[in-house]
């Protein structure tokens, strides 16, 4: 925590600005429980973050990022509460993360090796190339086989 935010709070829109997510998903990830409750103002309700509660939410909109489901970025949460007693929770749950992220970039280079395809007949048959145009055809029928493949 910076000494210029030591003991500052902020409000939700400030909150949002702050942590690159919109003030919408802050309240979904309290009502969810990916985060727990935050603080309200005694005179206005409103909500009120600390900055160990923008540290957080800025941990998990990182997570979000990489894709990991709010199931997951919740277990994340509470294991991160009970620090190295969870350690190897938070490693076998990265890991499929990581795991699960290798799979999707691989299935996406297939997708994108077949656009590629499509992108070189398409300018074989501009070009007039009738021969290449036919073997780039056969090579996307059988990339389409894999494609199919593909979740």
């Not at 603080?39 to 800025?58: C, I, K, M, P």
Request: net charge neutral; aromatic share 6%; with cysteine.
């Amino acid at each position: 925590m910076s000494t210029r935010t030591a003991g500052r709070t902020f409000l939700i829109k400030e909150a949002a600005a702050l942590t690159g997510l919109p003030a919408s998903t802050l309240r979904y990830y309290e009502s969810v429980g990916v985060v727990a409750p935050v603080g309200r103002s005694a005179s206005s309700g409103h909500r009120v973050y600390t900055q160990d509660d923008l540290d957080l939410l800025t941990w998990v909109a990182c997570l979000n990022a990489t894709g990991l489901s709010i199931s997951d970025m919740r277990q994340y949460v509470a294991n991160g509460a009970k620090g190295a007693a969870a350690a190897e929770e938070q490693v076998a749950l990265l890991s499929a993360q990581r795991d699960r992220l290798e799979a999707e970039a691989e299935r996406l280079a297939v997708r994108r090796r077949y656009v590629q395809l499509k992108i070189d007949y398409w300018q074989a048959v501009a070009d007039g190339d009738r021969d290449r145009a036919r073997a780039l055809s056969e090579d996307a029928i059988a990339l389409a086989d894999e494609l199919k493949k593909t979740p």
